[in-house]
């Protein structure tokens, strides 16, 4: 089993930046990929950005391209998103899942997700 912690949500204004952390711990080594995704009341989880947990392979969305960054401190077992320039449209719960097989866009191969964090970014 893994568990997967996020934290470091809040409420930012339009051009400011957060960072979102996802603690790993329990079987870690048997993770292959970390995603971060969103989800807006009432519509799908949606892909944001991915990474290898061996690196250096990353993965985002179009629309987070260029704005922000994952990446992962080795030492802590922690996924990191970096997020700048947010926009209202950012706003979301955003959770990190990990996958024990593959970096994959889309929510089925991930097999343990955490809890959720909110992002809001007012304009």
């Known amino acids: 089993q893994v568990q997967l912690v996020e934290s470091g949500g809040g409420l930012v204004q339009a051009g400011g930046s957060l960072r979102l952390s996802c603690a790993a711990s329990g079987r870690t080594f048997n993770i292959y990929g970390v995603g971060w995704f969103r989800q807006l009341p009432g519509k799908e989880r949606e892909f944001v950005a991915g990474?290898?947990?061996?690196?250096?392979?990353?993965n985002y969305a179009a629309s987070v391209k260029g704005r922000f960054t994952i990446s992962k401190e080795d030492a802590k077992d922690t996924v990191y998103l970096e997020m700048t320039s947010l926009e209202p449209e950012d706003t979301a719960v955003y959770y990190c899942?990990?996958?024990?097989?593959?970096?994959?866009?889309?929510?089925?191969?991930?097999?343990?997700w955490g809890q959720g964090t909110q992002v809001t970014v007012s304009s």
């Open positions: 990474i290898r947990w061996s690196g250096p392979y990353t």
């Open positions: 899942a990990a996958s024990t097989n593959m970096v994959a866009t889309s929510i089925r191969p991930y097999d343990y």
